[in-house]
């Protein structure tokens, strides 16, 4: 046996069906034997995508402890093991326990789109062996088999066609086509994409109608749906522009929590400080100056994104993809059911009495047909003839599932149905009074179909309907009855097609001899052309305004298809993705650019046709490599490479592949552009709240950092001990109820005014911009100042009135804390709005923050009155006077920060008016 190879020089969809057989050594009588099968199996393995190995629970877990913030907590729990400090060491190692938890549970998903490819390969083939058809498991298919399909069959494998009958395939899935494709044995040009390969049908695909027999020439990974497969193992999953900015801040804190940590060690050894108290210090420091609460805060807030985003038909599968879309400047979206309807519509028809327009689009049979504008009073007959035929020469049924119309057969026969429906022609009534005799089935090598059919008086028609060409060849005369004038039929033809649309003419003969059957010579000439109709896949409705939405927002739309290209314009314009003077690019475009040249393309074009998933991955990751935050729509298992390449993967949850799905990171639960417009929304609200709980917790750490550090440096030592105004639970208990019961409520706040009116915010900008980062530190100045004034005032009035040190120290520890709290009470008042007053957004408008201000509250008062809350966090009671001292001190932060935002906002305006 000669050398057989899965991947030849030789493009089996080039050559003749014999060069095939013969090049895999296979007869079509007799097939392969069962020992020849064996042989190649053992070369070249089972017909079976392999798996990819998922994520492990450890490495799961080891991500979310790999954080330089986290290290510095462990590193302060065991120092404090070390020192003694015991209680201290346990409520903060708890806080690496739980915070651990909280992300491991979010990230928790197995990595599935690998298995989901698995499921695309059918169980069972009918094959050829030792000179007899059996049924196998379709993993047993080596190179060489010959396999039979038919109507209904999912392709076993990658397969060139040797004979075949009528066969139509969806290909949408593997190559974005949005029509089933006409295949047929003809040899193909060695250079053709796979999408036009239509000698081959391909693994995973449907075979939608007819019948074939061909011969295996690829299987497993060799296949097209393998090499997708192997690039979903290649490519690799972006950090989100959060994610960028949270490691890169949080290396920095614990660079700067390090050095001062360690500066303040260094400053109580100088100051006398007992060695023990000098490391308690650093620690109390380490663990004020880091934002426990933060990695909860950004979890919970994206999860409340995700259910606000749920509930507008958007379900997020990774929680980080919510702040992605509010930070998204391109959107590389899939054209057939995701920018368009996914159903065949006609929109124009050419016929003796003129040129008409038809209104409506999908499978509802609402809408009229016009002529210039107006609708004519009564049908022309000729008009009406041609609608006539478009329904009888037809084999496909238009039906209405509880309230939703939709196709049985083929969507373009579908669309000449509701057509006819439009014009009044009833399916029923025309089929009993012209029913059907026999009929020539479409094939892919004629072109055509043809019905022959009784007609009321007795006589018999022939409708015949087809490409332009094939239907033309056969006609005698034009739709006016004259002979007919052919380079006019072509040019109108040509015109239709320009707009982007599908023509089939249609055209009628009454034979001179009634027939029983119809055989191939009744069809080959004397027909009258009844015109032209042309259909297209409208674009949504509301997809056309999301567009204009997404633009308005800073926001780049480009359609990446694999339809034709002038298709793709034509859609392209319709949706105001491409200017009237655009021009797309194709799939061949693409593969000849260099990396640099299509860098530039990338950002400079707008649509992309018949493009293949390596383009789709290309064009992406050039995107990517502009600096460009990239969303990739898509529905098909063409579209999952890019899907997980994507900064974010949009998926459709009704028409989308298993596969698409496990590699996005969104899945729009009613396959609608628009929705992607509303996640933008919500995913600019969500980074618009983070922000909010940033700025308010950030002080927090700020003013208890500068609170110990100035105790360290300034206060006396009392009884051999350093004097500190919080101990490292209380500066704990601050930052996670801080976080918890005030910061938590800011996840819930309504959207600023002007959210979908701003540019897209650069993804390498600061999560804090200059006056958030000012305001961090004028806030934590301020909470700095009211903890010391307010520990100093107790403790020396407390020692004043004769109480014991210790006690006094922990009532005055107890009233720094509960300054602290109530500080940020108020100041969350503030944080309601960036830059806008908190009235602006109206005051009820979130009621969480009431809720989150009742709840802090209960919580401070156990905290100072609760025996075991004293003993745990080292408290005492205090007196309402204490309470309302600390209360007339925190409210000065409201004027405070009212009056710098007034500042900022006049600044911005003055810079804007020069």
């Excluded at 950090?239 to 390090?258: C, D, E, M, N």
């Excluded at 179909?449 to 018999?460: R, V």
């Excluded at 009470?825 to 009235?839: E, Q, T």
């Excluded at 007339?888 to 008016?913: D, H, Q, T």
Aim: glycine residues 8%.
């Amino acid at each position: 046996m000669d050398e057989i190879t899965q991947s030849p020089d030789r493009n089996p969809s080039s050559l003749q069906p014999h060069e095939v057989l013969e090049d895999l050594s296979v007869s079509l009588e007799t097939g392969l034997t069962a020992k020849e099968a064996d042989n190649r199996r053992e070369e070249f393995g089972y017909n079976v995508l392999e798996e990819g190995r998922g994520e492990g629970i450890l490495s799961m877990l080891w991500r979310q402890i790999n954080s330089p913030l986290i290290y510095v907590l462990i590193g302060a729990g065991l120092l404090a093991f070390a020192v003694g400090e015991n209680v201290d060491a346990v409520v903060v190692l708890a806080v690496v326990v739980l915070n651990t938890l909280i992300g491991f549970v979010q990230e928790y998903r197995a990595g599935k789109a690998i298995e989901a490819l698995t499921q695309m390969v059918p169980e069972q083939a009918a094959v050829l062996r030792d000179e007899e058809w059996v049924t196998l498991p379709a993993a047993e298919l080596v190179p060489g088999d010959v396999v039979s399909v038919r109507s209904g069959d999912k392709v076993p494998a990658d397969l060139r066609l040797v004979e075949a009958r009528n066969l139509q395939a969806d290909e949408a899935a593997l190559t974005g086509e949005s029509v089933p494709v006409a295949k047929g044995v003809e040899p193909v040009e060695e250079e053709t994409p796979v999408a036009d390969r239509t000698s081959m049908i391909f693994n995973g695909t449907l075979v939608t109608s007819g019948t074939a027999t061909a011969v295996t020439t690829a299987t497993g990974m060799n296949t097209e749906l393998g090499r997708i497969s192997e690039m979903l193992e290649e490519t690799s999953e972006v950090q989100t522009p959060l994610t960028r900015q949270i490691a890169t801040f949080g290396k920095w804190l614990s660079v700067v929590i390090l050095v001062v940590a360690v500066v303040m060690f260094a400053v109580g050894i100088f100051r006398g400080y007992p060695a023990a108290d000098a490391t308690l210090a650093a620690i109390t420091l380490a663990v004020a100056a880091i934002p426990e609460g933060l990695p909860a805060i950004i979890t919970i807030a994206l999860a409340v994104g995700v259910r606000r985003m749920a509930r507008r038909r958007a379900v997020i599968r990774h929680l980080p993809a919510v702040d992605t879309l509010g930070s998204t400047t391109v959107i590389c979206s899939d054209k057939t059911g995701t920018l368009t309807r996914g159903e065949m519509t006609v929109r124009g028809i050419w016929c003796g009495s003129g040129e008409y327009e038809v209104s409506g689009v999908g499978y509802l049979p609402e809408g009229e047909i016009t002529r210039d504008g107006e609708a004519p009073g009564e049908l022309a007959e000729d008009l009406r003839e041609l609608l006539r035929a478009g329904l009888l020469c037809n084999d496909s049924r238009l039906e209405q599932e509880e309230g939703e119309w939709r196709i049985d057969g083929d969507p373009t026969e579908g669309s000449l149905l509701v057509a006819a429906e439009k014009a009044g022609l009833d399916a029923r009534e025309a089929q009993g009074q012209r029913p059907r005799k026999d009929a020539i089935p479409f094939e892919s090598e004629k072109q055509y179909m043809a019905t022959l059919h009784e007609q009321p008086d007795n006589g018999q028609v022939i409708y015949l309907k087809g490409s332009p060409e094939a239907v033309v060849e056969r006609c005698e005369a034009g739709p006016d009855g004259e002979p007919l004038d052919e380079k006019q039929v072509f040019e109108q033809a040509e015109r239709m097609a320009d707009r982007g649309m599908r023509v089939l003419a249609l055209a009628h003969r009454h034979p001179e001899k009634p027939l029983d059957e119809l055989a191939d010579d009744a069809v080959d000439r004397g027909f009258v052309l009844l015109g032209l109709a042309a259909m297209i896949d409208p674009p949504r409705e509301e997809a056309i305004s999301a567009v204009g939405e997404c633009q308005s927002a800073g926001i780049t739309v480009k359609m990446v298809t694999g339809d034709h290209s002038i298709t793709a314009a034509a859609i392209g314009r319709q949706l105001g993705i491409l200017n009237e003077n655009g021009s797309s690019l194709s799939g061949s475009d693409i593969a000849g650019f260099s990396d640099e040249e299509l860098r530039e393309a990338a950002v400079e074009s707008n649509v992309f046709a018949r493009v293949a998933p390596e383009h789709k991955l290309r064009l992406v990751q050039s995107l990517q490599d502009r600096d460009e935050v990239t969303a990739m729509t898509g529905d098909g298992v063409n579209d999952a490479p890019a899907l997980k390449q994507a900064n974010i993967g949009v998926a459709m949850g009704i028409a989308g592949t298993d596969v698409s799905k496990e590699s996005a990171d969104m899945v729009l639960t009613d396959d609608n552009f628009a929705s992607i417009s509303a996640a933008v929304e919500e995913g600019r609200r969500v980074y618009d709240n983070l922000k909010k709980a940033l700025a308010f917790i950030l002080p927090t750490n700020v003013g208890q950092g500068l609170l110990i550090l100035l105790a360290v440096m300034f206060f006396p030592i009392v009884g051999g001990e350093p004097l500190l105004p919080v101990q490292p639970t209380q500066a704990l208990w601050i930052n996670l109820v801080v976080a918890v019961a005030l910061a938590l409520p800011l996840a819930f706040e309504a959207k600023e005014p002007d959210l979908m009116h701003r540019l897209p915010r650069e993804p390498n900008s600061p999560i804090l911009d200059r006056p958030l980062f000012l305001r961090t530190i004028g806030v934590g100045a301020f909470v700095a100042a009211a903890g010391i004034g307010m520990f100093l005032l107790e403790y020396y009035g407390a020692v004043a009135r004769g109480v014991s040190p210790d006690v006094a120290l922990s009532e005055a520890q107890t009233l720094a804390v509960t300054t602290v709290i109530l500080v940020h009470v108020f100041y969350l008042l503030n944080c309601r709005s960036l830059y806008g007053s908190f009235w602006e957004m109206g005051l009820w408008t979130n009621k969480w923050i009431y809720v989150g201000i009742a709840v802090i509250l209960l919580l401070q008062a156990g905290f100072v009155y609760l025996p075991f809350m004293n003993v745990l966090f080292h408290t005492a009671p205090l007196g309402l006077g204490a309470w309302l001292q600390a209360a007339a001190v925190a409210v000065v932060i409201v004027p405070l920060i009212g009056l710098e935002k007034r500042w900022w906002r006049n600044r911005s305006e003055r810079v804007r008016s020069r």
